[in-house]
């Protein structure tokens, strides 16, 4: 007779592993398909992810790049690229940050404006609508709860792995004294 532990240590394994493939094909998927519905306004997920983020009420003031890539969950290293994409199409100005000359301020321009309210955010309502057509409310705040809290005990095992890596240091490295 097997154990019951292992049965169940064998099952929670097995749903963890089809939870996470699932969230990479959605992923996925989402880039797909997000990306074409809003590829007429010549924009992609990444693009739609940095609009979106700079038309929050708290953000018409422009984001710093590094806010802007702790508030996407991105390097800032990837962020480079797509945001000097959105400067050349003129959706996105950075310039020097007047509270800090270093820092660069990321905000949206009339054009980026014009497309995200006009052009894309209809496409958008219509993408969600029909990605989520046999969702109740319900169904919508539960999902959202958990990926809420799966997002949380990741965001702490990338907390433990980037402390892990300043453990590895030597003292003087970490910039103690």
């Not at 052009?119 to 999902?143: C, N, Q, T, V, W």
Request: aromatic letters at 6%; glycine letters at 8%.
């Amino acid at each position: 007779m097997e154990n019951p532990m292992v049965q169940e240590n064998s099952t929670r394994m097995d749903l963890a592993n089809r939870l996470f493939f699932r969230l990479y094909q959605c992923a996925n998927m989402l880039h797909k398909t997000g990306t074409k519905a809003v590829e007429e306004e010549g924009l992609t997920t990444q693009q739609w992810a940095v609009l979106g983020a700079l038309s929050r009420p708290n953000a018409e003031a422009g984001m710093g790049v590094g806010d802007l890539a702790r508030y996407l969950l991105v390097s800032r290293q990837n962020l480079s690229g797509l945001i000097s994409r959105m400067e050349r199409d003129g959706h996105i100005a950075i310039a020097p940050d007047g509270r800090d000359r270093r820092a660069r301020l990321v905000t949206m321009t009339e054009s980026g404006r014009h497309v995200w309210n006009v052009l894309a955010r209809p496409k958008i309502r219509s993408y969600y609508e029909r990605a989520l057509s046999d969702f109740s409310i319900g169904d919508m705040a539960h999902s959202l709860h958990y990926l809420l809290k799966l997002l949380e005990n990741m965001k702490k095992l990338d907390g433990e792995e980037e402390s892990s890596r300043l453990d590895n240091y030597p003292a003087a490295q970490r910039g103690a004294i």
